[in-house]
């Protein structure tokens, strides 16, 4: 049957050179939007690091024309407790109604926007001077974000003179960067790059962390945050909530624990969800709505042009149609005819589509015409993804032509033969 559509397509080939061009033109189209959205599927869901289900960041500010020296009447100043005030919010934020833990941190916070970088050397190796991401936590930043290390003890792992850290992977689990790097677990010692040459010991390594859901995994030194930088105003303060108590937590909390978090000079600035916070910082939107409308532009446009197309066609090929009737093919025979010769000009067609495609893929052409694209190596997507591309951009031009030619075909099926061949 199949070779049969064949001789029926080369003998229509003037029209269905057409067919073929369209379907060729939509197909790389639709191949680079379903790269770039199953790529952005990708990141989404891959794990960041931190589980960020039921948490809040917290921000403190700090009064104005106030400092950190209180002056009293008589002239004296009085300094400012930094970590006194900072003791009493963590007990006043852990005795509050659903809050199961209370962290601080500085450039550590999930999809936060800041960081900290800074070079070191790896072990005994004082060549490759890597740049890692720095993150300074509290103890029960790994409790508020449930994030699992291999270090046997961080209980006192900001004891003076200790300098302890924990490490955190790349994508294929290495530590360091592209042009120097070696398997995590081999890593006992690093040195800071900076003239004071400060070495830490590391003792154990935490999952491998993303900054936002479309970063790549880049590497990470944690470090304790000693107590003698605890400042409302400077820390990042992250807190988890039970999931029972976590419906309306904002603006409950805010409402009711305004007054007693108004600490010296401090007081409450905002509690935002980082979850909420995360999809709207994070979220390419306008990139993303582009694709969307060229994608659904493109299915109604296939969809009209296939109906359209095909119905043209069916109602000049009435005489064939009925012909084919009276020498005793089925209504059924006829519909499966109309839909192979619809799939195999499709497979033609992207035949020639998935060459330019790849061809074009490995130009800059796309960044020149400012295209959003998939960022592969980011992502660690390899050559598969050639496949899933075709795979997707083929299945879902498959099912739009089958569901625009089907009332083509049917109301062909229905054509009486002694009809359709006095018509002729």
């Known amino acids: 049957m199949i070779r049969h559509i064949f001789k029926i397509i080369w003998n229509e080939r003037k029209t269905n050179a057409w067919i073929v061009l369209e379907y060729i033109l939509v197909f790389c189209v639709l191949w680079f939007c379903v790269d770039y959205l199953y790529y952005m599927g990708k990141c989404y869901w891959e794990p960041v690091g931190f589980d960020t289900k039921n948490t809040y960041v917290l921000e403190m500010q700090k009064k104005p024309d106030t400092s950190f020296n209180n002056t009293e009447g008589n002239g004296e100043t009085e300094e400012v407790d930094k970590l006194a005030l900072a003791q009493t919010f963590l007990n006043r934020v852990k005795n509050y109604p659903g809050v199961e833990n209370v962290c601080f941190s500085k450039w550590a ?53 200790t300098n302890q850290i924990l490490i955190t992977p790349n994508r294929e689990g290495l530590f360091g960067n592209e042009e120097y790097s070696v398997p995590l677990e081999d890593v006992k010692k690093l040195t800071s790059s900076t003239s004071d040459r400060k070495e830490h010991t590391v003792i154990g390594s935490a999952e491998k962390m993303k900054d936002g859901y479309f970063n790549s995994y880049f590497c990470n030194i944690l470090l304790p945050l000693v107590r003698e930088e605890y400042d409302l105003r400077e820390m990042q303060i992250c807190l988890r909530v039970s999931p029972a108590a976590d419906k309306d937590f904002e603006e409950r909390f805010t409402k009711e ?158 054509i009486p033969p002694a009809e359709a061949l006095r018509d002729e």
């Open 257 to 414: 624990m305004r007054e007693q978090l108004m600490l010296g000079p401090y007081f409450m600035s905002s509690l935002k969800s980082i979850d909420k916070n995360a999809r709207i910082t994070n979220w390419p939107t306008d990139d993303l709505n582009g694709i969307y409308a060229i994608t659904a532009f493109l299915i109604l446009n296939i969809f009209l042009g296939i109906i359209g197309t095909f119905w043209y066609r069916t109602q000049a090929r009435r005489s064939e149609v009925g012909l084919r009737l009276a020498l005793g093919s089925t209504r059924w025979g006829v519909k499966k005819l109309i839909f192979g010769e619809t799939l195999l000009l499709l497979f033609i067609a992207s035949i020639v589509g998935v060459n330019i495609c790849i061809n074009i893929g490995h130009t800059e052409l796309l960044e020149l015409l400012d295209i959003p694209i998939a960022n592969r190596m980011d992502a660690g997507i390899g050559n598969e993804q050639e496949f899933i591309n075709y795979a997707l951009a083929f299945g879902l031009l498959a099912v739009i032509s089958l569901i625009a030619v089907w009332y083509p075909a049917r109301q062909a099926a229905k």
């Open 109 to 161: 916070a999930p999809f936060d926007r800041s960081s900290y970088m800074s070079g070191y050397y790896i072990d005994e190796d004082t060549t490759h001077n890597v740049t890692f991401r720095l993150r300074w936590v509290s103890e029960s930043f790994f409790d508020v974000f449930r994030i699992n290390t291999t270090a046997k003890e961080i209980s006192g792992w900001d004891a003076p003179g």
